[in-house]
C-alpha cells in the first residue's frame, strides 16, 4: 500500500472508531471542521491554503497531508503549492523544513496516484 | 496615542535599531520577509491572509497586527477577516480566542484610523 | 479598577463584538465552549483544572484567568490550585514560571475581589 | 511485539541510557516527574488526567502514551478517556485530532493487551 | 522606574509568594534551575546563551529579560548577542521577531542602567 | 541501512528536490541556514550547542538529529552533549523527554557509525 492508501485508510478508520465513541464535544468539532472550509466570503481554495500553511507552521504531518489533499482536489498548482510553503518556511524557520521534506514527498505520491 | 500610531511608531523604531547592529542572517531575514508576500503565482491578499492565519495559529499579536494592517490595505473585507479568524480560531482552538479579541479590537481601530 | 474586573469587561465587550460578527463557525466554537465544562462522566471541577493545566503550558494567561476563575467557584482551594500549578510546570518546563507568577497574582486579586 | 511493549521496552531501555549518563540535573526532573503525580491534596487520578490532557494539547505522542497507562492503571473508564480527549480537542483545536487518532489507538490496543 | 527594576521586582515578589506556598514540586524546580546553569562540562556563558536562544524560539519575553540579564553578567558582548539572536530568528522564523525587538529594548535598557 | 545513513539520505534527497522548485523565498531560507552557523563573533561549536537545544525544545527530532551531527563533528563530547539536553530538559520540561530518548539513541548510532 502507498502512502496516500495508507493515510487515508488510517484516519478513515480512527475517525469513525472516534464518533463512535458518541461524545458530543467531539462530533460538533468534527462537523464545524467540514463546515469552516466551504464556499464563503472567501472561496474554499484559499481557505485549504489557509489550512496547509497552519498545519505546517503548527508542525502537524498528518494536518499537512490532509490539506495537501483538499488543496489537489481543488487545483492548486505546483508553483502555488511551493509558495505556500515558502510562506510557512518564513514564518516559521527552519524548524518547519523537516515537514516541508515530508509535505513535498505527499504531494509528489499523490500526484503519482491520481494519474 | 492611538493603538495603531504606537504599535507602528514601536514597529519602526526597534526594526530600525535591530538592523543597524548589522548583523547578516538577520538583514537577510528581514529582506525575505518583504519578498514573501509580493505578487508571485499567489496574490498577496492570499499570501496575507495566510501570514495572518498563521500568526493567530502561533498566538503572536504583533504579527496579527502586522498583518492585519497588510490585509486591510490590500482591500480584505469585514466577512473575509472574520472568515480567516473563524478558520484559525478552529486550527488552534480555544487557546486562540484571547488572541482573536485583541485582533478584532486592532481590526476596529485600523478602520476607525484610517478614516 | 482591578485585574479581575478589567479582565472580565474586556473578554465581555470583545466576546459581544466577535459574535455580532454572525461567524457561524466562530459562534459553534463559542457554544461547544460552554458544553464541554459541563458536568459528564467528569465533573467540571476536574474539567476545570484539566483547563487550567492546559491553558498553563499553552502559555495563554488570559485563558488561565478564566479558568482560574471558573475553578475559584467550584471550590477549588489555594493548596490545589499549587497543585495543578506544578504539573503544568513540571510538563512545560521553566518555561511556564512566569505565567505562574501571573496565575497566582490574578489568584491573589480573585480571593481579594471576592471577599 | 505489539505497541504497548514495544513503547514500554524502547521507553525503559532509553530512560536506563539516559540516566547512566549520570547528569545531575536530568536525574532530578526525572525523579520529580515521579512525585508530582502522588496522591496530595488532588488524587493521582486526577494529576494524571491532567498529565494526559496536556500532553494532547502539546502534541507529544509518547507522553500521551504514558499517561494513558497511567490512567488506565488507575481505574479511568472509557467514557471519562473520551471526555479528556474533547476538552484537549477544544482547547488545542482541530490540530490536535491525529494525536486524538493514536490515543484510541493506543487505549484499544492497551485495553485487548491488559485482558 | 525602569523596566529593568520593573522586571527585577515583581519577579523577585512572585518567587517569594510561589515559594511560600511550600508546594515540593515547584521548590524542586525552582532550585534545579539554579543549579543547570552552572559551570559544568560547559561553562555557564555558554549555558546562558543556550537559555537566552531557547527562551527567544519559545517566545517567552520574561525569560528572554532574565537570561539577558544573565548573560551580560558573564560577560556576553552585544556582537555576541546579537548573534544570538540571529539563531533564534532562522530557527524560529519571523514569528520570533517581536520578541526580538522587545530582546533589544531590554538589552539596551540593561545596559544604561547599569552604567 | 542503520539509522544515521537513512536520515542523511533521505534530507539530502528532499532538499535536491525542494531546491528544484526554485522557490526564491525557501532557496534563500536554506542559504541562510548555512551562512548562520559559520564562525562569527560566536565559534561553530557554540552556535551549533544552540541549534541542538532550540531543536530540542521546539520538539523537532529531524532538527535535532542534523545538529547532533553538526555538533559530534566540531567535537562535543558526551558530558558536553548531556548538558545541552538537561538545559533543554528543564527549560522546556517533561514533554521534551521523549525527544531525549531518541536524540540519545541517534548520539549512540553515530558514534558507533563513525569509527
Redesign the interface.
Known amino acids: 500500500m502507498n502512502k496516500v492508501e495508507e493515510f487515508r485508510n488510517?484516519?478513515k478508520l480512527?475517525?469513525e472508531?472516534?464518533l463512535k465513541?458518541d461524545?458530543?464535544?467531539?462530533k460538533?468539532?468534527f462537523s464545524?471542521?467540514t463546515?469552516?472550509?466551504n464556499e464563503?466570503?472567501?472561496d474554499s481554495k484559499?481557505?485549504e491554503?489557509?489550512?496547509l500553511?497552519?498545519?505546517l507552521?503548527?508542525?502537524?504531518?498528518?494536518?499537512v497531508k490532509y490539506h495537501i489533499e483538499q488543496c489537489y482536489k481543488l487545483g492548486l498548482?505546483?508553483?502555488?503549492f511551493?509558495?505556500?510553503?515558502?510562506?510557512?518556511?518564513?514564518?516559521?524557520?527552519?524548524?518547519?523544513?523537516?515537514h516541508?521534506?515530508?509535505a513535498?514527498?505527499y504531494w509528489?505520491e499523490l500526484v503519482k496516484f491520481s494519474k
Chains 1, 2, 3, 4, 5, 6 share one sequence.
Not at 23 to 26: A, E, F, G, S, Y
Not at 85 to 98: E, K, Q, R
Open positions: 488510517y484516519r480512527m475517525n472508531r472516534i465513541s461524545n458530543k464535544v467531539i460538533r468539532i464545524i471542521d463546515l469552516a472550509y464563503g466570503f472567501l484559499t481557505k491554503i489557509v489550512g500553511a497552519c498545519s507552521v503548527l508542525r502537524c504531518d498528518d494536518c498548482k505546483e508553483e502555488e511551493f509558495e505556500v510553503l515558502s510562506i510557512a518556511n518564513l514564518i516559521g524557520g527552519t524548524i518547519v523544513i523537516p516541508l521534506r515530508r513535498v514527498e509528489d
